[in-house]
C-alpha cells in the first residue's frame, strides 16, 4: 500500500519502505525496506546508502546503477510504499 505521493524533496531515513518498478527488457516490482544502517538492497544491483537522500537523488542514483546491471531499462521508478514510524532515527 502506497503512502501517497511524497515531494522531491522528501529525505529518505531507516524504516521507510519504497516500491521499485522496471521495464524493459527485464520487468520487476520489489519493495525495499531501508535498513537501520541506512542502506538499500536491490537485487542483481547491490547495496545502495540512501540515508538522508532526497527521493530526487535517490531516483537520479538509481537510473545510473540500474544502467549498470540492466540492458536499457526503459522506465525505473522509486515511490514511497510506507514512511519510516515518526521518532524513527
Given at each position: ?31 525495499l ?11 542483481q ?29 526503459a ?15
Amino acid at each position: 500500500m502506497l503512502s501517497g505521493p511524497v515531494p522531491n524533496s522528501y529525505r529518505l531515513g531507516p524504516g521507510d519502505a519504497l516500491v521499485l518498478v522496471i521495464t524493459g527488457h527485464v520487468e520487476f516490482v520489489h519493495e525495499l525496506q531501508v535498513t537501520r544502517e541506512g542502506f538499500v538492497l536491490i537485487p542483481q544491483v547491490g547495496q545502495l546508502y540512501v540515508n538522508n537522500l532526497t527521493m530526487e537523488r535517490f531516483n537520479q542514483l538509481l537510473r545510473q546503477r540500474l544502467g549498470r546491471s540492466y540492458l536499457r531499462p526503459a522506465l525505473q521508478t522509486a515511490q514511497l510504499a510506507a514512511r519510516r514510524p515518526v521518532g524513527a532515527r
